[in-house]
């Protein structure tokens, strides 16, 4: 079956503190994809990484950084000093071909005090 | 750039009645798709159409239907509104017939049911 867990249910730091979102996956799929998604309080929800499942580098985007392991079938999400700007509710995702259907964990919610 | 249109942004129903949600989206997108979020549940997908005339059910399709009659259009209609409907609900498209890529969602529909 498909799943995705994020056993993070909410998470507070204080700026300037590094902080990783965890989202371990499960799928019967050899060719799969996972993201990550941005809910901020305004509650639109903004794409910010997919990553297939042949392709384990790491990413950095600025701040942003997602570690895939296929190993432990985790995809984790760490912001580098953390603003207030990040607090948000993030959710991570899978797709796979075998079921088309892209389905989200139950998310983390960052707060990110001053 | 319109995107991905929903409307209404908010309604209020009483048990038993009928409505529809309507989402629109201009970028030609094949892939189509309905979720909800309830709190601590992430979003779940109800309903995803891979192009016109081509519809499947998600998690949570119980309640809900479905049509695709044109690439732009992907109506959600609740035939008989339950409190356990009340939600909020995005509409989201993506490029060909699986969401590989990101996922474009609307602002989202907050649905009462009384």
């Known amino acids: 079956a498909q799943k995705v867990t994020q056993a993070q249910t909410e998470i507070s730091v204080v700026e300037k503190e590094d902080v990783t979102l965890d989202c371990v996956y499960e799928?019967?799929?050899?060719?799969?994809?996972l993201f990550w998604y941005k809910q901020p309080p305004s509650g639109e929800l903004v794409f910010l990484i997919r990553?297939?499942?042949?392709?384990?580098q790491n990413e950095i985007s600025g701040r942003y950084s997602w570690n895939f392991q296929k190993s432990t079938s985790s995809f984790n999400f760490t912001i580098t000093a953390s603003q207030v700007v990040d607090s948000a509710v993030y959710f991570c995702?899978?797709?796979?071909?075998?079921?088309?259907?892209?389905?989200f964990g139950t998310g983390t919610l960052l707060a990110v005090q001053p | 750039n319109a995107g991905v249109t929903q409307t209404p942004k908010f309604q209020v129903l009483k048990t038993g009645q009928s409505m529809t949600l309507q989402c629109a989206q201009d970028?030609?997108?094949?892939?189509m798709s309905w979720y909800r979020q309830d709190p601590g549940m992430g979003l779940r997908l109800i309903h995803y159409?891979?192009?016109?005339?081509?519809?499947d059910q998600g998690e949570v399709p119980n309640g809900y239907n479905v049509s695709r009659s044109t690439t732009e259009d992907f109506p959600l209609r609740l035939l008989s509104a339950a409190p356990s409907q009340t939600s909020v609900y995005f509409c989201?498209?993506?490029?060909?017939?699986?969401?590989?890529?990101?996922?474009?969602f609307g602002e989202g529909s907050r649905l009462t049911v009384l």
């Open positions: 989201a498209s993506s490029y060909g017939q699986g969401p590989t890529g990101e996922l474009f």
């Open positions: 799928t019967r799929d050899t060719t799969y994809y």
């Open positions: 990553r297939n499942s042949f392709d384990e």
């Open positions: 995702a899978s797709y796979g071909g075998a079921t088309n259907k892209l389905i």
């Open positions: 970028m030609n997108h094949e892939y």
């Open positions: 159409s891979v192009g016109a005339g081509i519809t």
